[in-house]
Antibody, heavy 125, light 107 residues
Framework: QLQLQESGPGLVKPSETLSLTCTVS??????????WGWIRQPPGKGLEWIGS???????YYNPSLKSRVTISVDTSKNQFSLKLSSVTAADTAVYYC?????????????????WGQGTLVTVSS | AIWMTQSPSLLSASTGDRVTISCRMS??????LAWYQQKPGKAPELLIY???TLQSGVPSRFSGSGSGTDFTLTISCLQSEDFATYYC?????????FGQGTKVEIK
């Protein structure tokens, strides 16, 4: 059974960089059928896709966050990571990693079929 | 950008009820729509993709319909474990986006 687990600091100071890692177990991150993505959810609010990465390193980013986001992958560790720079209180959220189904023929990213449990990151001094 | 309108935002229902949740798009998205269920403190879980295809392991009381701009999630006979928040997600247009959510609560 595929499992995803987020890890990283739960508290980040304003203007600093938020860093999270997602470890994938029960399956290979190097599958051609999937991207690997990050989604966040501010407390009491809805879901926002942040970005996704392919095992080759190819990325898609949400234009609303693109200037501050970097997603990387380490296939040797079956992990992918998120960095979000210059954070403010508005970046306080539960951050989820998820498997992002990929249309192999078109390269389009589709829906999310497996999710991590999520980790709350609070931005505060 | 595609605007998504999910309705209602809050739905009060009883066990055994048939409930429907709507997701309307500002422009046509063919069948590129997914539905998720989220329980408090938990991650969302995929219920339906391609507007009407049930994800493996999801009970058959869940069904999805629609194409173009209007989509519906139906729970045919609401069970106690179905009280949760439901989100639609479009993946026709970049970036993928989610609806605002519909909370199904006990009446």
């Amino acid at each position: 059974q595929l499992q995803l687990q987020e890890s990283g600091p739960g508290l980040v100071k304003p203007s600093e960089t938020l860093s999270l890692t997602c470890t994938v177990s029960g399956g290979s991150i190097s599958s051609s059928s999937y991207y690997w993505g990050w989604i966040r959810q501010p407390p009491g609010k809805g879901l926002e896709w942040i970005g996704s990465i392919y095992y080759s390193g190819s990325t898609y980013y949400n234009p609303s966050l693109k200037s501050r986001v970097t997603i990387s992958v380490d296939t040797s560790k079956n992990q992918f990571s998120l960095k979000l720079s210059s954070v403010t209180a508005a970046d306080t959220a539960v951050y989820y990693c998820a498997r992002h189904v990929n249309d192999i023929l078109t390269g389009s990213i589709l829906y999310f079929d497996y999710w991590g449990q999520g980790t709350l990151v609070t931005v505060s001094s | 950008a595609i605007w998504m309108t999910q309705s209602p935002s809050l739905l009060s229902a009883s066990t055994g009820d048939r409930v429907t949740i709507s997701c309307r798009m500002s422009q046509g998205i063919s069948s590129y729509l997914a539905w998720y269920q989220q329980k408090p403190g938990k991650a969302p879980e995929l219920l339906i993709y391609a507007a009407s295809t049930l994800q493996s392991g999801v009970p058959s009381r869940f069904s999805g319909s629609g194409s173009g701009t209007d989509f519906t999630l139906t729970i045919s006979c609401l069970q106690s474990e179905d009280f949760a928040t439901y989100y639609c997600q479009q993946y026709y247009s970049f970036p993928p986006t989610f609806g605002q959510g519909t909370k199904v609560e006990i009446k």
